[in-house]
């Protein structure tokens, strides 16, 4: 009784196992990043670290293309491109601004990256497309004129269609129109005119003015400079408020006889006077000479320095006319200073107590030089102040259009320019006229320039720019024009607009647009199309941008956009849920928008939705922004999540978890499992799809008998995210002949799969394996070919099925095999009810031989039978079930019938046809009669109805609708039933006896 202790002693000391849990399978996806500069790659559950650069230099911003076969990224400023495995490096391109931030288009010919443009003492960020072959740009992300913008991060559409950008913009108030119409972009046929009403604002103050201020100091003014210093900086802040690059100098002036004090400069053109007033006072001498022309002529040939595209204004505030002649040389006269005003383009403002003007000598310098005069009461100073701003907003503004243009456009003005009071507008009408030899389909331009006052160009706002597409004169005209409104919510705006078009005789025809007009247009811009159709089917169009602009402040937001950026959308404002704005007030939606920074966009698989970082979480958010939802919400062991992207089959997200004092982290999250660290020291997270063969063998039966006929089909399928391509081997052993071959089966799409089948023959007893492969990847199958007996076997065939009355014989094959190995005598084939009656001889057939007899049935009649055969012979057959073999023998009988049997000459007769070959082409006839040329049709499924014409001047009588073979498979000539032809007088017979 030992034994048992002894037992249970060994199994408590024996080792337990333990079970270990199996890491998940890995995916067909690897994960790229950067780590120290480098990139490397782990697969999907983050093991097998690989590196595929290991530089000098600092690689960043890795992206696979969409097929996993190459790898872009930035290098020190340049784009690179190389295979998956990061050899055979090269730059995209030759351009010497810094680039980064590659992203590949959907089927690998484009990148859309950042190039940093340089701006002041920085750079700012544009999209730009280029081609991968050449490196060759094709195109630019432009920002809408309403705003100035940084746009990083493209990221491309699966279907190509759109790229997302993070834009960081702000509302431009440069280049603010100050033309009705800035833009004219519309189509207009050759030799055509047409008129635009333009309208130019004048600046109420002239813009960017600089204005000097000359002051007499003679004893008569003393209260006057007293209002002067009292008043001066209310005038300048005032003028300021309107222009607010406004700079201003003060000067004085008095006679010859007062040394040193002629003439003054006290301060300079400046932004601040500061504390002038104590610099400028009043000689004692009331009866002082006054010399303002000498002061004028000082003024305007460099005395306070005026900038070069200013507006210059000269301010003269005095109680008497200025003498002349008395500084040496005797240049100081009022014609002289006139021509020096008028050189330097500055205005005269003359502010007159009541003798400025006695001698009407600054009515003078007001006509020369555009300007204006007020007056004021002497014995009211205080007046002075307001003179002199009425006399510097006063002033006359002279508009001249100056216009460009291409050979093939003229352009005429009226009026030829204008003079308006200082903010009102100048009323132009233009007329365009399409040159009579300008190139259909071509492009004329012209630029207008709207110049104030004899400026030697135009100011900002002040441009007029024209496309004209020259339409020919058969196409119909459509026009449609831009339109600018502002968003009123996050959706944006409804805009009604509209689009004419006439055909080429100027008859008017309605337009067809996309999108219509009363649609809600996003923030954003949006190119309407609109197209007509004339009659004759001759098609015109023209587009249009409809922009709808909102206030921005610089904060980081998602912007959809076609990689030609004619169409581009705002979508921050538009999401809707838990990581959107839709739920705030209207009132405090733009606040709070400018509160939340929201980057990093990542199209997912499916193309309807994006991943985006918000605020420290990263959300899912559709494509229109109608749904989000927070896929990972940052905490304290997932640290500022962000750079998201998506597995390739779309069920989750990898994202970079970026630690402050720690090297970042790469982690995962599917579905709403949390969140699982991959791999540690790594960041900017990119996949990689890869491809998934799988081979599969199979024999259909497995076991066969000797010589006997298996199917071998070998699958090789794709169950991976990338086309991959395959090269198929397929080893039969010497014990099968024939089989399946090997094939270069191409490139194979994810979820696709390629086929190869063949018939193999077992010519030796046992098991044979069937291996078939794909470079390392094989499989297998295992054919059994049963030991050999003695055998004789029959298949019979028959061939055309069906055959036609008329058309080919149907030829019978009976095929023998005597698999035994004696030889047989008296083989004989019966097959009873088409000949071999009563038998068809064969013969001998020696071991492993074969014969074929051939029977021919003449197709003259219908016939559906089956026809069944059985081979018999003297000698040893093991297996008499393989003796007999059967098919069918169908032979068709054409069938044309009419649907009624008399008719006038001249009507028309239903023919129907039915068991005709399909695909064979019929001719038609009367016989007797005349029929039509060439009466053909093509049978589809071997059926048709078609009509005939009785031609009225036929002959009358019997005759027969006849079918004969034209082409295709052959039938005989097929008659339909009696037809009367009578003369087409003659009333049906069904009407002879009504009365």
């Not at 199979?698 to 199917?711: H, K, L, V, Y």
């Not at 023959?761 to 059994?784: F, M, N, R």
């Not at 073999?885 to 023919?911: E, F, I, K, Y």
């Amino acid at each position: 009784m030992r034994a048992l202790p002894l037992l249970l002693v060994a199994l408590l000391v024996a080792p337990v196992p333990v079970a270990h849990a199996q890491p998940p399978a890995t995916e067909p996806f690897d994960i790229g990043f950067v780590d120290d500069g480098d990139v490397f790659t782990v697969d999907s559950n983050g093991s097998a670290r690989t590196a595929l650069t290991d530089d000098e230099d600092e690689q960043r911003d890795p992206a696979f293309s969409f097929d996993g076969t190459r790898i872009a990224y930035s290098e020190e400023g340049r784009v690179m491109i190389a295979d998956a495995n990061g050899s055979g490096a090269r730059r995209l391109n030759d351009e010497t601004l810094r680039q980064t931030e590659p992203a590949w288009s959907p089927d690998g010919t484009q990148i859309a990256l950042v190039t940093w443009m340089p701006d002041g003492e920085g750079s700012t960020p544009v999209v730009q497309v280029y081609r991968v072959a050449d490196g060759v740009r094709t195109g630019e992300i432009p920002v809408p004129e309403y705003l100035v913008a940084e746009d990083t991060q493209p990221d491309w559409s699966p279907d190509g269609a759109t790229i997302a950008i993070t834009r960081r913009a702000e509302t431009s108030y440069v280049d603010t129109p100050q033309i009705t119409e800035p833009r004219t972009d519309r189509p207009e046929r050759v030799a055509g005119t047409f008129d635009v009403e333009q309208f130019v604002r004048t600046p109420r103050v002239p813009p960017k003015p600089d204005v000097v201020v000359l002051i007499d100091i003679s004893g008569s003014m003393s209260q006057e400079l007293d209002s002067v210093k009292r008043t001066l900086d209310d005038i300048i802040a005032e003028v300021r408020a309107q222009q607010p690059d406004t700079r201003f100098g003060i000067g004085s002036y008095a006679g010859p006889e007062n040394e040193g004090r002629t003439f003054t400069v006290h301060v300079p053109l400046t932004e601040d006077v500061g504390d002038w007033q104590d610099r400028v006072n009043i000689i004692v001498d009331e009866n002082s000479t006054e010399v303002w022309a000498h002061a004028l002529m000082q003024t305007a040939t460099g005395a306070f320095g005026f900038r070069p595209d200013s507006s210059r204004v000269v301010v003269v505030i005095g109680d008497e006319g200025t003498a002349e002649g008395l500084m040496p040389g005797g240049t100081d006269t009022v014609t002289n200073a006139i021509a020096a005003l008028r050189a330097a383009n500055i205005r005269f403002v003359g502010i007159d107590s009541g003798g400025l003007d006695q001698f009407g000598q600054a009515t003078r310098f007001v006509a020369a030089t555009n300007g204006s005069l007020k007056t004021y009461d002497e014995n009211r100073p205080g007046e002075i102040s307001t003179a002199i701003l009425d006399g510097i907003r006063d002033l006359d503004v002279k508009v001249t259009p100056v216009p460009r243009c291409d050979g093939g456009l003229g352009l005429t003005f009226d009026p030829a320019e204008a003079v308006v009071r200082g903010g009102e507008d100048a009323r132009f009408t233009e007329r365009f006229e399409v040159s009579a030899n300008a190139v259909p389909g071509s492009t004329v331009r012209c630029t207008v320039e709207f110049r104030l006052n004899n400026e030697q160009s135009a100011r900002s706002g002040y441009v007029q720019d024209v496309e004209i597409q020259v339409a020919d004169r058969t196409r119909p005209l459509v026009r449609i024009d831009d339109v600018t409104s502002g968003a009123r919510d996050g959706n944006g705006t409804n805009i009604t607009y509209k689009a004419t078009a006439t055909d080429g005789q100027n008859q008017p025809l309605t337009p067809t647009c996309t999108p219509p007009s009363g649609t809600t247009f996003p923030i954003g811009v949006t190119t309407v199309t609109c197209t007509a159709t004339d009659e004759a089917g001759n098609t015109g169009t023209d587009t249009a941008v409809v922009t709808i602009t909102a206030e921005s402040d610089g904060v980081a937001q998602i912007w959809l956009v076609t990689p030609d950026g004619r169409n581009q959308v705002n979508l921050t404002p538009r999401f809707e849920g838990p990581c959107g704005v839709s739920s705030v007030p209207s009132f405090a939606r733009a606040a709070v928008l400018a509160l939340i920074d929201t980057r990093d966009p990542a199209w997912a698989p499916d193309g309807r939705h994006l991943a985006v970082t918000q605020d420290g979480r990263v959300c899912e958010v559709s494509s229109d922004g109608t749904l989000t939802r927070v896929l990972v919400q940052g905490d304290d062991e997932v640290i500022r999540p962000r750079n998201p992207v998506w597995v390739p089959d779309g069920s989750g997200i990898v994202f970079e978890s970026s630690h402050v004092e720690a090297p970042p982290e790469l982690w995962t999250v599917r579905g709403d499992a949390a969140p699982r660290l991959l791999t540690r020291d790594a960041a900017q997270p990119t996949v990689q799809r890869l491809p998934r063969l799988t081979v599969t063998t199979t024999a259909t039966p497995r076991e066969i008998p000797f010589n006997g006929e298996t199917t071998i089909e070998v699958t090789v399928a794709n169950t991976g995210f990338a086309t991959a391509p395959a090269v198929l081997t397929v080893t039969l052993p010497p014990g099968l002949t024939g089989g399946p071959r090997g094939a270069d089966l191409g490139p194979i799409p994810p979820g696709q799969q390629r086929v190869v089948s063949g018939e193999a023959t077992g010519v030796t007893a046992g098991e044979h394996v069937v291996t078939a492969a794909v470079g390392a990847i094989t499989s297998a199958t295992t054919v059994t070919v049963l030991e050999r007996t003695g055998s004789l076997s029959l298949k019979v065939t028959a061939a055309p099925q069906p055959a036609y009355v008329g058309g080919e014989d149907v030829v019978v094959k009976f095929a023998l095999f005597n698999s035994s190995g004696s030889t047989l005598t008296d083989v004989r084939v019966i097959a009873s009810g088409f000949g071999c009656l009563p038998d068809c001889p064969v013969g001998t057939l020696g071991p492993d031989a074969g014969a074929e007899v051939e029977l021919r049935i003449p197709a003259t009649e219908a016939v559906d039978r089956e026809l069944v055969a059985v081979v018999v012979a003297t000698g040893p057959d093991e297996d008499s079930l393989d003796n007999v073999s059967a098919t069918r023998v169908v032979v068709r009988q054409p069938v044309l019938t009419l649907d009624q049997q008399a008719g006038p000459l001249g009507g028309v007769v239903s023919v129907q046809g039915k068991d005709f070959p399909p695909g064979a082409k019929v001719r038609l006839d009367w016989s007797p009669g005349i029929a039509e040329t060439p009466g053909e049709l093509t049978t589809a499924d071997g059926t048709f109805t078609t009509q005939m014409l009785v031609f009225h001047n036929d002959i009358e009588g019997v005759r027969q609708a006849t079918a004969t073979s034209a082409e295709g498979t052959r039938f005989g000539e097929v008659r339909s039933g009696d037809f009367l032809a009578v003369p087409n007088t003659v009333q049906p017979l069904d009407f002879v006896e009504r009365g």
